[in-house]
């Protein structure tokens, strides 16, 4: 089991995109599932509607953040809580016009 953690991890380390994908695969579809147990309209799960949660969150979602993470670190460039406000404000200031 051990071994198998450790390449995950290196994986991980060694594609970030895939994490980034691994991860919106489980918490999209997952909080998709909490939503619908929640709306007391519903009898039961739309399966369908999990599964586009997934296929967008994993294709969609996750390889743009990334871009976008990519570019706002290489038009940015630091790791203090300073830049990382200013990469959000950027991007927050071109979207919004």
């Given at each position: 089991?051990?071994?198998?953690?450790?390449?995950l991890?290196k994986?991980?380390?060694?594609?970030?995109?895939?994490?980034?994908?691994?991860?919106?695969?489980?918490?999209?579809?997952?909080s998709?599932?909490v939503?619908?147990?929640?709306?007391?309209?519903?009898?039961?799960?739309?399966i369908?509607?999990?599964?586009r949660?997934?296929v967008?969150g994993t294709?969609?979602?996750?390889?743009?953040?990334?871009?976008?993470?990519k570019?706002?670190?290489?038009?940015?460039k630091g790791?203090t809580?300073?830049?990382?406000?200013?990469?959000?404000t950027?991007g927050?200031?071109q979207?919004s016009?």
């Open positions: 089991m051990a071994t198998i953690l450790k390449a991890k994986v991980g380390q060694q594609y970030p995109i895939l994490r980034g994908m691994t991860t919106y695969s489980v918490l999209w579809p997952t998709n599932l939503q619908q147990s929640m709306d007391k309209t519903r009898d039961k799960y739309d369908m509607e999990t599964l949660y997934l967008l294709f969609v979602t996750a390889p743009t953040v990334h871009v976008w993470v570019l706002a670190s290489k038009i940015i790791t809580l300073k830049h990382a406000v200013l990469k959000i950027q927050r200031l979207f016009d």
